[in-house]
């Protein structure tokens, strides 16, 4: 059968995990390449500050996502966000569903605190030595040397001051190993996921996006990506012609091929922030859950949707 719905799932986390840290790939052979890898490889790591991301997804059903975290990793992680999803379905009111959460780091554990859509709170802990939240909040050498292997060619964008674009097109025969190995560095059993996203990151083929990188401050600053023809790849790829009429081969073709996916990403450094610290009706009330999702700073508690 047609096993969209998983698909997409699994594509969303690969391309969230592999855009958050595209910000240190490149490939020295020619200008433009260079360029690039010398203002990424001098890139600083941002200790406090707001990440905001947008996603689009139109198809039968039209999902937008948007996101936005104020964090401060130092001398402990601590972070205060916000979700919204909004989906539209033809004949149908439009449905959102909005949420808060929180981070906090104590005795090399991760705290995070959901908030319900009844306004209850659940939260998840997960461990994180110093060692894995190390290789989480800096730059790693390691990770940055894997990363380089995975570009196909670079060019140069737009100029904006000291701000400078680069489009960079990624080749997908080696996104697979670059986000396996990634994965491992975490010292995490990821077998799982792996095994989830394998399908999708084998099929999406060379795709291409575009980083904006304040050179005065060496930061990245933004990031969007039309990943369409990627996620129409690996869709299709998941439709078994043995399970379904040709009829329904048709029309899932006909819907893939008409979807379209869109992902933006926004970093400012911030000399101040709000107040990061859990609520108190958050940390006295909520529940330990189990997270099935850590993804870019935000838990999605197994239960939270449901209790």
Not at 43 to 65: F, I, P, Q, R, T
Not at 189 to 203: F, G, H, S, T
Not at 260 to 277: G, H
Request: aromatic share 6%; proline share 5%; glycine share 6%.
């Amino acid at each position: 059968m047609f096993k969209g719905k998983k698909i997409l799932m699994a594509a969303g986390m690969a391309m969230a995990f592999f855009l958050g840290s595209a910000a240190v790939q490149a490939a020295p052979t020619d200008a433009a390449k260079e360029q690039f890898r010398q203002e990424t490889l001098a890139l600083v790591d941002c200790e406090k500050g707001k990440l905001a991301m947008e996603a689009d997804l139109k198809s039968m059903v039209n999902c937008h996502y948007e996101s936005e975290l104020y964090f401060s990793a130092k001398p402990d992680i601590a972070g205060k966000g916000k979700v919204k999803m909004t989906i539209a379905v033809p004949d149908q009111p439009v449905s959102t569903i909005a949420s808060e959460y929180y981070l906090q780091e104590n005795d090399e554990q991760l705290v995070v605190y959901f908030q319900k859509p009844d306004n209850g709170w659940v939260k998840s802990t997960m461990a994180m030595p110093a060692e894995q939240k190390k290789l989480y909040m800096e730059s790693n050498k390691e990770l940055v040397q894997a990363s380089l292997e995975t570009v196909k060619a670079v060019e140069l964008g737009q100029a904006n001051g000291d701000r400078q674009s680069y489009i960079v097109t990624v080749d997908g025969d080696k996104i697979m190993p670059y986000f396996a190995k990634a994965m491992n560095m975490t010292g995490q059993k990821q077998d799982e996921m792996l095994a989830m996203i394998k399908p999708v990151l084998e099929n999406m083929g060379d795709f291409t996006y575009t980083v904006e990188i304040d050179r005065a401050n060496h930061m990245v600053t933004g990031m969007q990506a039309d990943l369409t023809q990627p996620m129409r790849k690996a869709v299709l790829s998941a439709i078994d012609p043995s399970k379904c009429t040709p009829e329904q081969v048709q029309q899932a073709k006909d819907i893939v091929n008409a979807s379209t996916l869109t992902i933006s990403l926004k970093t400012v450094a911030l000399d101040k922030l709000p107040n990061l610290k859990v609520p108190k009706k958050a940390s006295c009330e909520a529940k330990e859950v189990k997270a099935e999702l850590l993804k870019g700073g935000a838990a999605v508690p197994g239960n939270a949707a449901s209790n």
